[in-house]
């Protein structure tokens, strides 16, 4: 199964056209073997699209993009799959249909929403299907902006401070924290069981309020990100 285009159309974020797209697998090692969603725009290639800034259609206000005067912290490698699945999409590799079709096509497999990209970006009506997934797990910048209140049954609020936790608590979220590496653990908060070498598809705690009783998450910053989370 190549992969699904579950969602054509304008970003909830800017009205700019973007594309959705459901692969069935993945070699990650830290998330294991999970059915992968990206968010690309629809006609600009990732790699230009971030030079022209253009990836704010996927990506919205989140602090990893980058600014002129820090640089981009996003883990993700756009040269490489978010780069390899648009060119896949150019050349009409995927078929169309929805989420709910892959994950019943690949039963028993885990979904993660935002591989590349942010959910929010896409409408809600479109992730149908997700909590059909034994296990799926997800992440939103875009917490604070109304538009992604019905995403809090399945995404956590990515956070980047102990105090951006706290306001995403208090509005209703749970929340991923990526913390400095000499900050406190923050309260009522728990490390990212993949720190002890769990994965996301065994895990699942990066579910939002499917699990509401359940901890917010935590982890200390990794790579190019370590020298600038709680720089803010």
């Known amino acids: 199964?190549?992969?699904?285009?579950?969602?054509?159309?304008?970003?909830?974020l800017d009205g700019k056209p973007i594309v959705?797209?459901?692969t069935p697998s993945t070699d990650n090692r830290k998330t294991g073997d999970m059915i992968q969603t990206w968010i690309l725009r629809r006609n600009i290639d990732p790699v230009r699209a971030l030079a022209l800034g253009a990836d704010r259609s996927i990506c919205g206000s989140c602090y990893h993009r980058g600014a002129p005067d820090r640089p981009r912290t996003c883990y993700v490698n756009i040269g490489q799959a978010p780069l390899a699945v648009y060119r896949a999409y150019k050349r009409g590799s995927y078929r169309k249909g929805a989420v709910l079709e892959i994950v019943d096509q690949l039963d028993g497999k885990a979904i993660r929403m935002g591989a590349y990209g942010d959910p929010v970006a896409v409408p809600w009506s479109a992730w149908h299907g997700v909590l059909n997934a034994r296990v799926h797990t997800g992440y939103t910048h875009q917490w604070r902006e109304l538009i992604a209140t019905p995403f809090r049954n399945v995404l956590m609020a990515s956070c980047d401070s102990t105090a951006e936790m706290i306001d995403a608590v208090a509005a209703g979220w749970r929340a991923f924290t990526?913390?400095?590496?000499?900050?406190?653990?923050?309260?009522d908060a728990i490390e990212c069981?993949?720190?002890?070498?769990?994965?996301?598809?065994?895990?699942?705690?990066c579910s939002g309020l499917q699990r509401p009783a359940a901890p917010s998450i935590f982890i200390p910053a990794h790579g190019k990100a370590k020298r600038f989370v709680g720089a803010r």
């Open 178 to 187: 990526v913390q400095a590496l000499d900050a406190p653990a923050p309260a």
């Open 193 to 205: 069981p993949s720190e002890r070498g769990t994965q996301c598809t065994d895990c699942g705690l």
């Open 1 to 12: 199964m190549q992969g699904v285009v579950f969602y054509e159309g304008p970003s909830m």
């Open 20 to 22: 959705a797209i459901a």
